[in-house]
């Protein structure tokens, strides 16, 4: 079975850090380019950033550039966002995807359950 | 690339054929894919390359369009349907969100 599972949301106080991690079963990880996806109380998706197979490109949103970092460990099939200087308007579940390509189509799935960032003091 | 639905919102009832409409601020060719969210969960992957049905999507649902204008068509609408929508464009970094559209029964 195709599975996402993130872990690492807590409650952190605005400008502390925290690391998401996404463990991948079911697929080939290596292979596979991966996203983040937040979600803010009541509010859309929006996404937070991309890494490609091997890691040697990343793509960030600008809400969340020189903040946050994508990473992955491919010998663990885990997918990492570090989130540095945390401010309340990340607060958000947090979902990893995988990001799939195929024929003329691009395309976020599966996706994880999510995990919840809480930023407040 | 900004992404807006219409409508925002939808009250409909059981058996009605729904359109929600998804408009790319610039042409997208088909990396359009649509997503259906419950409260409380993970979004679910509906139709890709604006058309393409998902395996195991049921057949009501379908997708239509390229460049900028795209629908998301649900033929006869069931009890389970009722949820929040999302298209979503992978043409170009930024990806962007719709900014949903909730479904609701009538």
């Known amino acids: 079975e195709v599975q996402l599972l993130e872990s690492g949301g807590d409650l952190v106080q605005p400008g502390g850090s925290l690391r998401l991690s996404c463990a991948a079963s079911?697929?080939?990880?290596?292979?596979?380019?991966m996203s983040w996806v937040r979600q803010a109380p009541g509010k859309g998706l929006e996404w937070v950033s991309t890494i490609t197979t091997g890691g040697g490109s990343t793509y960030y949103a600008d809400s969340v550039k020189g903040r946050f970092t994508i990473s992955r460990d491919n010998s663990k099939n885990t997918l990492y966002l570090q989130m540095n200087s945390l401010r309340a308007e990340d607060t958000a579940v947090y979902y990893c995807?995988?990001?799939?390509?195929?024929?003329?189509?691009?395309?976020?799935?599966?996706w994880g359950q999510g995990t919840l960032v809480t930023v407040s003091s | 690339i900004q992404l807006t639905q219409s409508p925002s919102s939808l009250s409909a009832s059981v058996g009605d054929r729904v359109t929600i409409t998804c408009r790319a601020s610039?042409?997208?060719?088909?990396?359009l894919a649509w997503y259906q969210q419950k409260p409380g969960k993970a979004p679910k992957l509906l139709i890709s390359?604006?058309?393409t049905l998902q395996s195991g999507v049921p057949s009501r649902f379908s997708g239509s369009g390229s460049g900028t204008d795209f629908t998301l068509t649900i033929s006869s609408l069931q009890p389970e349907d009722f949820a929040t929508y999302y298209c979503q464009q992978l043409n170009s970094y930024p990806i962007t969100f719709g900014q949903g559209t909730r479904l609701e029964i009538k």
């Open positions: 610039q042409g997208i060719s088909s990396y």
């Open positions: 079911g697929f080939s990880f290596s292979s596979s380019a």
């Open positions: 390359a604006a058309s």
């Open positions: 995807a995988k990001y799939a390509f195929g024929g003329s189509g691009r395309w976020f799935d599966p």
